[in-house]
């Protein structure tokens, strides 16, 4: 399935425990647990869908996380390298910040030549994708990026 197919099966898992979470909520109610806003849900339900394709070189979310990561690497390493080699040129300290990202991006991303469809599509990844959510933004987003995550490893194994 595409990247497209997945964001709407992700979407519909996400919408769908989004209002059994405001149901929940509203009858129990439940001050720690709400539904999520508009915004929110569709940003979670869509980095969980697309999550699981990251170890994929030609995917949508490996692409736009390296062009990220890259950016951001750069504009923190430009100064350093600015400082760090007397007599180099503006440009030539972007050009060596520039490479230095793009060397750092591989080694994380590719340490020991990272399995294509290994650890990132499995439910053991939906569950850690999910504990992160919950940690960082609340129990309803945990569940709602499991479910999303989930998705799309269900949807790849049929």
């Given at each position: 399935?595409?990247?497209?197919?997945?964001?709407?099966?992700?979407?519909?898992?996400?919408?769908?425990?989004?209002?059994?979470?405001?149901?929940l909520?509203?009858?129990?109610?439940?001050?720690?647990l709400?539904?999520?806003?508009?915004v929110?849900?569709?940003?979670i339900a869509a980095?969980?869908?697309?999550?699981?394709?990251?170890?994929?070189?030609?995917?949508?979310?490996?692409?736009?996380?390296?062009v990220?990561f890259?950016?951001?690497?750069t504009?923190?390493?430009?100064?350093?390298?600015?400082?760090?080699?007397?007599?180099?040129?503006?440009?030539?300290?972007w050009?060596?910040a520039?490479?230095?990202?793009?060397?750092l991006?591989?080694?994380?991303?590719f340490?020991w030549?990272l399995?294509p469809?290994?650890?990132t599509?499995?439910?053991e990844?939906?569950?850690?994708?999910?504990?992160l959510?919950?940690?960082t933004?609340g129990?309803?987003?945990?569940?709602?990026?499991?479910?999303?995550?989930?998705?799309?490893?269900?949807?790849?194994k049929?």
């Amino acid at each position: 399935m595409n990247h497209f197919g997945h964001i709407i099966v992700g979407l519909a898992a996400a919408a769908a425990i989004n209002y059994i979470i405001g149901q929940l909520a509203q009858q129990t109610h439940n001050f720690f647990l709400s539904a999520l806003p508009l915004v929110t849900l569709i940003a979670i339900a869509a980095l969980g869908a697309l999550l699981p394709d990251i170890d994929l070189a030609h995917s949508k979310i490996s692409k736009l996380i390296g062009v990220i990561f890259v950016l951001l690497a750069t504009f923190i390493i430009q100064p350093v390298a600015l400082r760090a080699v007397s007599g180099i040129s503006p440009i030539a300290s972007w050009v060596v910040a520039l490479l230095i990202s793009i060397g750092l991006l591989f080694a994380i991303l590719f340490p020991w030549g990272l399995k294509p469809r290994g650890f990132t599509l499995s439910f053991e990844a939906a569950v850690v994708f999910g504990i992160l959510m919950a940690i960082t933004s609340g129990i309803a987003a945990g569940i709602i990026g499991l479910a999303a995550y989930a998705s799309h490893v269900v949807v790849d194994k049929l």
